[in-house]
Structures are given as structure tokens and as C-alpha cells.
């Protein structure tokens, strides 16, 4: 009984988006990553695909969905790059799982959640993509962590901004 | 049965994580096929490339119409509103075309003297014969990978491993070319790999990018000579990029991190490889350049020619058109509209070898230093006649001056000279560029000028005089003796 209710309110809390929402988004997202740094080229320090990736993983509030979505939007990033196919792919979807896990059991529309929240994801698909390039792949490629870091600390912050933007593209019941 | 709903009751309860764990699973094996091909740097398999065509397809598109778009409006703006002061850059444009053709004249000889060394090592110079340009529409996205993707591909007879310039300097190579779309791994990536050589230092080495997205040149050893601001050109070792192609100068030198006693010189790219909007794509070298090339040093030969025999003309002759004569108010003017000549860098080492340079052995002293003799002053209204020895003694002047006439070059001849500008737009015709060589058989200026000046000496005085034959000095470089008319007449004899 009690995990009926646990499942009935979990429902209730997922968040609907229009499929042109969910389709699009990650498209827009994608293509403004890989379009915008022609034009200032210090925007590629932001992950884009990532924050959607993990704004779509906590609403939905599905680990599957999540994992599916992220994989997905991971191997587009990849496939745009001159690296071998899965390791954004990889990141993503393990981001994605945790993102759907964590957004059962805690309040994600509260800003600073968002930005802690968005901070320890986008250091997780760091450490995850290092460890693939350097441990899995062995490609020898060489790390600026102070980069890294900032890197995460950007993405959290411009993070918030974009999750209250798609905040207002969802369902209103 | 009551397997059955055990296993059932078990793929419910762990169904997230068995998705995760299968679509994990399915990228790594992905990933180690991917790795695992013969040549993990080559194309990529046929599957992997199915999957970026269609990421490429997908995205291509908006950024071609954007970029379409934003050009549209840029041209409209700069080709029918914004037209202030195009008269005027069309005047600086002309000038500098002049100014060029003279350069490039006069660096014939020395391209000439470099093809005859060249024959005689057997060694063929690869020159850029063709050109394709192509806008930059777009990027990886992500500071992990320096690609940039262009709007030309294999309709436009692109192959992976084109080299990709600009007129500053050189880009990346393609990797990856679709049909309509290719991409370009920047000389930043890490993954990318030139051949470069220290322009002055002649240092060579490998240049990849690295953490940060800065070229650098790698284990190298550590070499005081280097110093930041030095210029890296492409040594054309890779068989990529042909030699001579401008790479950037030297930033800063940092120790190498992974091998201790190693040293990484941090290189400024001399593209702005942050910025680009139109690159042009290497598709043909050749032996030989381009008919249009070297229709345009026939006529640089020509200018220069006629421009030199009218100088001297002036400078012997210079009261016979007042009209020309120059007047002390439009010196300046004059000397903005005469296109500046090329002047013969100092050499660098002493001329030892030239006839009569030097003393005859008998009157040397063993262990002691041999100091080059200075040349006496002459006394006033006295003018050295030149001779061929005197003509190959260190001078300046006298450099440029007692080369043979050059002669025009004719279409189709092979003539493969070396240009020390960076390619242009019109890389596509002209040679490659090198730095290398021609500044170190220069002989300095003289000690000593001659007391007197021709009053209407040009401000710019031809880099090369014409002669007829290989012997025959320059008089336009000899004093002439003024008369009390004010007009030059011929030297002593």
C-alpha cells in the first residue's frame, strides 16, 4: 500500500512537456553548441546538451528515460567531434541515471538546489569523460583541471537560467 | 511458474539499472571496436561514419541557412550602404599591387639562384597550384575537440587530408569530408600532428595542441636561442602541408610536463584560429606553378624593369623634364606614391670568400683575428670606377646591383620562384612562401658613401638595375658627377 502511494505520488510529479519540447530542445541545444563558438569561441566551455540532458532526466523522474535520453543526446555530441562514438555517449547517460534517481527523492525547483545539483552533475560527466579518454581509451590526451573546475562552476550557474527557461515551456495543469 | 514470477518480480525491481547497465555495455563494446581498427587515426569505419553523416546532416543545415543569412545582411551592409571609403582602398590596394610586383621582382633572382641549387640536390619544391575556399558554418561545441566544419565536400572534390589555410597561416587538415560538408581538425587539436621548423633557428619539430587549445611544438630540447616572437613556419615533412607556410611565432617556452629535460614551445597561431569565417583547402600541389602565377612575375618583371630603366634615366638625366624634376614641397607626396623597394638585409657573417676580400696569406698574422680593411676615404671630387672586383665587395648596394639582368620570364617556362609574403587570397596561384635562405648572402652597406649626391637621386633607388651582360656593373649606382648647371654628367672614366 504505502509503495502504491509512494508510486501515485510520484506520478503526480512528473513533469509533461510538449514532444515538440522534448524533440527539439536537445536539438536547439546542440546546435547552438556547436554554432555559437564560431562566433565566440569561449562559449564552448559551456556544455549545453548536458544541462538539457539533466534538466529532462529530473523531471521526468524516470532513470530509464533519463539513461536512454542521455545516451542519445551524447553520442549527436560525439558524432560532431573527431573522438570515437560513445564516450560523451557514456558520461551522459550515467548523468542522466542519477539525474532521474535524484529527482524522486528531492525538490529540484528550488534555484540553489539547481545549482548544486548542476555542479556535482557536470563534474561527474567530467570526471566520467576523463576517465574514459585517459583510462579506457588511453589516448593520452593531457587535463587542465583549474579548466575543468571552472567549467563546472559556469555550467552550474548558467544552468539555473536555462532550467527556469524550460521551466516555462512545460505543461501547465 | 514460480520461477517465472520470480524473475519477473526481479526485472521489475531492477529494470533501471539493467537498461543502464546494457546501454553502458553497448558503448564500451562500441567504443573498442571503434579503437581497436588497424589505424585508430585514419578514416573512420563505414557504420561510425554513417551515424556523424547523419549528426552532420542534421545540423549542417540550420547553420549553413544562419550562416547564409548572416552574410546576406553583412553583404548587403558592406557591398551597398557601407561604401565610405572603398575609393580610397582601392587607391591603397592599387599601391600595394604596385609595391608587390616590385618585391616580387626583385626576389626572382634569389628564387632563381634557390631552383638551381634545388636542381642541383634534386630536390622538387611542391608548390600550391590549386585552391578551394569555403566558409567555416560551424564548430564541435565542445573545448575537448578543435574541429570546425566547412560547406564544401566531396561535390567540390575535397579528400580527407587536404591541408586547410588562410592567408595568414595554416589551419588543420580534413578529416572527415561528407558530401557537402567536411570537417577540419585545427592544428590545436591534440590529436593533430604538423611538421614545423623555427624560422631563423631551424629548429624542427612536431606541433600539437595542447590542454588549453594552444599549438605547441613538442619534445623539443632546450635551446637558448629560442626566443618568443620568432616565426614557425611548415617544414613540410608531413606531406600535408607544403613547405614554408606561415604557423605562427613562438609564445613562450614551457618545460615538458611527461618528459623532464624535454621543452614545449607554446606557439601563437598566425590564423586567428578562434575567428575564422573562410578558409582555403590545399586540393592540388605541384612541381611547377600555376600559368596565371607566372603570367603575374612576368609582368612584375616587366614593371620592375621598365620602372628601373626609367629611374635611371631620371637620376642620370635628371634636368631634362623639368616637369619631374622634384620639387622640395611634393617630396613627401612623391615619396608616399613610390612604392618602397626592397632593401638587402645586413649579412650576417663577415664576406670571406669574395675575390680580393681578403689579404693574401702571407700577409696574416697566425692566431690573430683577421679584421676586413676599411676602405680609404676618397678625396672630395674623386669617384671610384667601379670594376667587377670592386662590384663584389661588401656593399650594400652593390648586392642587388651587379646581378645579372633578370630576364623576363615567359609564360609556361619553368620558373618556381619563392615568395617570403604570406599567401594571399589568391594562394591558389601563388607560390608557397619561404623564409629561409636569401637573407644570409646579403653583404652589408658600405663603409663609406661618396661625398657627393645626385641632387635628383629617387627616393627609392631600384632594388635591381638592368645590365646586359653578367659582368657589367650598375652606373645607376655609381656617383655621378654633378656640373655647375645642376645636371649629372657621366662618371670618370
Known amino acids: 500500500m504505502a509503495m502504491l502511494a509512494s508510486a501515485a505520488r510520484r506520478e503526480l510529479d512528473v513533469q509533461r512537456y510538449p514532444w515538440v519540447v522534448v524533440l527539439l530542445a536537445p536539438l536547439l541545444a546542440i546546435f547552438l553548441q556547436a554554432y555559437v563558438p564560431r562566433y565566440v569561441p569561449k562559449f564552448d566551455i559551456l556544455d549545453l546538451p548536458l544541462l538539457v540532458a539533466i534538466y529532462f532526466s529530473v523531471g521526468w523522474r524516470n532513470p530509464i528515460a533519463g539513461t536512454l ?18 564516450i560523451n555517449g557514456i558520461s551522459k547517460c550515467v548523468v542522466g541515471f542519477f539525474a532521474a534517481s535524484l529527482g524522486v527523492k528531492i525538490d529540484v525547483e528550488n534555484p540553489g538546489t539547481r545549482l548544486l545539483m548542476n555542479f556535482a552533475f557536470t563534474l561527474l560527466n567530467i570526471a566520467i569523460y576523463l576517465f ?42 | 511458474m514460480g520461477k517465472v514470477l520470480a524473475m519477473d518480480s526481479f526485472l521489475n525491481r531492477y529494470k533501471n539499472i539493467l537498461v543502464l547497465v546494457g546501454v553502458l555495455v553497448a558503448q564500451i563494446v562500441g567504443l573498442a571496436a571503434q579503437i581497436r581498427r588497424p589505424n585508430p587515426a585514419g ?9 556523424r553523416s547523419w549528426a552532420v546532416g542534421l545540423i549542417s543545415p540550420p547553420e549553413k541557412a544562419l550562416h547564409g543569412m ?18 580610397q582602398q582601392n587607391q591603397d ?13 626583385a626576389l626572382l633572382e634569389d628564387a632563381r639562384q634557390g631552383q638551381r641549387l634545388q636542381q642541383l640536390l634534386a630536390f622538387r619544391e ?36 587536404m591541408a586547410v589555410i588562410t592567408p595568414d597561416g595554416i589551419v588543420g587538415k580534413l578529416k572527415d569530408v561528407f558530401w557537402d560538408t567536411a570537417q577540419v581538425l585545427e592544428i590545436s587539436d591534440q590529436t593533430s600532428g604538423a611538421g614545423v621548423v623555427l624560422e631563423s633557428t631551424r629548429l624542427r619539430g612536431v606541433l600539437r595542441g595542447n590542454a588549453l587549445g594552444q599549438p605547441q611544438v613538442i619534445n623539443l630540447l632546450p635551446d637558448e636561442r629560442i626566443k618568443p616572437g620568432e616565426r614557425v613556419i611548415t617544414s613540410g615533412g608531413d606531406q600535408i602541408y607544403p613547405r614554408g607556410l606561415p604557423v605562427g611565432e613562438v609564445d613562450h617556452v614551457a618545460p615538458d610536463p611527461q618528459n623532464p629535460g624535454y621543452i614545449n614551445i607554446v606557439i601563437k597561431p598566425a590564423a586567428n584560429l578562434g575567428r575564422l569565417e573562410e578558409v582555403l583547402i590545399i586540393t592540388k600541389t605541384d612541381a611547377d606553378l600555376p600559368a596565371k602565377a607566372q603570367q603575374d612575375m612576368a609582368q612584375s618583371a616587366a614593371v620592375a624593369s621598365t620602372q628601373r630603366a626609367a629611374d635611371i ?3 642620370r638625366l635628371p634636368g631634362t623634364d623639368p616637369a619631374k624634376a622634384p620639387v622640395p614641397g611634393q617630396a613627401a607626396a612623391t615619396a608616399e606614391e613610390i612604392p ?42 674623386v669617384f671610384p670606377r667601379s670594376s667587377p672586383a670592386t662590384a663584389s665587395a661588401p656593399s650594400g648596394n652593390s648586392a642587388t646591383a651587379t646581378k645579372p639582368e633578370k630576364p623576363v620570364p615567359v609564360p609556361g617556362a619553368a620558373v618556381r620562384p619563392k615568395s617570403s609574403s604570406p599567401p594571399s587570397g589568391a594562394a591558389s596561384e601563388s607560390p608557397s612562401t619561404s623564409g629561409s635562405g636569401v637573407t644570409e648572402t646579403t653583404p652589408p652597406k658600405p663603409p663609406n658613401k661618396p661625398a657627393t649626391k645626385p641632387a635628383s637621386k629617387p627616393a627609392n633607388p631600384p632594388p635591381t638595375p638592368p645590365a646586359d651582360t653578367k659582368d657589367e656593373t650598375v652606373p645607376a649606382l655609381e656617383p655621378t658627377h654633378p656640373t655647375p648647371d645642376g645636371n649629372a654628367a657621366e662618371p670618370p672614366q
Do not use: C
Open chain 2, 43 to 51: 578514416p573512420d569505419g563505414s557504420s561510425v561514419r554513417l551515424i
Open chain 2, 340 to 381: 618602397a623597394a626592397v632593401k638587402a638585409p645586413p649579412a650576417r657573417h663577415t664576406d670571406r670568400y669574395s675575390p680580393d676580400a681578403t689579404p693574401p696569406a702571407a700577409d696574416l698574422t697566425p692566431g690573430k683575428p683577421f679584421a676586413p680593411p676599411s676602405p680609404r676615404p676618397l678625396p672630395p671630387g
Open chain 1, 132 to 173: 574514459i579518454m585517459h583510462r579506457l581509451l588511453a589516448l593520452g590526451l593531457k587535463t587542465n583541471w583549474v579548466h575543468e573546475a571552472i567549467k563546472a562552476v559556469i555550467n552550474s550557474i548558467v544552468g539555473v537560467f536555462v532550467f527556469d527557461l524550460l521551466d516555462r515551456l512545460k505543461h501547465r495543469e
Open chain 2, 313 to 315: 634615366l631620371a637620376q
Open chain 2, 126 to 161: 611542391h608548390y600550391i597550384y590549386n585552391t578551394v575556399p569555403a566558409q567555416v558554418i560551424g564548430t564541435s561545441g565542445t573545448d575537448q575537440s578543435r574541429v570546425l566544419y566547412i560547406d564544401k565536400g566531396t561535390k567540390n572534390g575535397l579528400k580527407p587530408d
Open chain 2, 93 to 105: 590596394l592599387r599601391s600595394q599591387v604596385g609595391r608587390l610586383q616590385l618585391e616580387q621582382a
Open chain 1, 69 to 86: 535520453g542521455g545516451a542519445l543526446i551524447g553520442l549527436v555530441q560525439d558524432a560532431l567531434t573527431n573522438r570515437p562514438l560513445g
Open chain 2, 70 to 87: 548572416g552574410r546576406g545582411v553583412r553583404g548587403l551592409w558592406s557591398n551597398y550602404l557601407d561604401l565610405r571609403h572603398v575609393r
